[in-house]
């Protein structure tokens, strides 16, 4: 089992900024990916970023340039830092993890509302 805390979501303007935080912990073994993903309101999931254990990581194209991800090892723990953010970025984020061997496990998500 693992076990997420996700925290950092909250209702910004267009233009600001959160930084939001994920800490997941129980049978995790590396080397694994952790990520960051978003849920809209018609319940599709996209990528948002991943970083792997060794700091390699992706994005998608809608939010290059304006969030970065980063990730402490020895925490256990995701981050995302969000910044000129549009109203079409309002979704439940959700943290994940993927093992070596392929299994993903996701958290419960953090609600970003982004509306002036």
């Known amino acids: 089992q693992v076990q997420f805390v996700e925290s950092g979501g909250g209702l910004v303007q267009p233009g600001g900024s959160l930084r939001l935080s994920c800490v997941a912990s129980?049978?995790?073994?590396?080397?694994?990916?952790m990520g960051w993903y978003r849920q809209g309101p018609e319940n599709q999931r996209e990528l948002v970023a991943t970083?792997?254990?060794?700091?390699?990581?992706t994005y998608a194209d809608s939010v290059k340039g304006r969030f970065t991800i980063s990730r402490d090892n020895a925490k256990g723990t995701v981050y995302l830092q969000m910044n000129s953010l549009k109203p079409e970025d309002t979704a439940l984020y959700l943290c994940?993890?993927?093992?070596?061997?392929?299994?993903?496990?996701w958290g419960k998500g953090t609600l970003v509302t982004v509306s002036s």
């Open positions: 994940s993890v993927k093992m070596f061997g392929g299994a993903t496990y």
């Open positions: 129980g049978s995790i073994f590396s080397p694994y990916t």
């Open positions: 970083c792997t254990h060794g700091g390699s990581t």
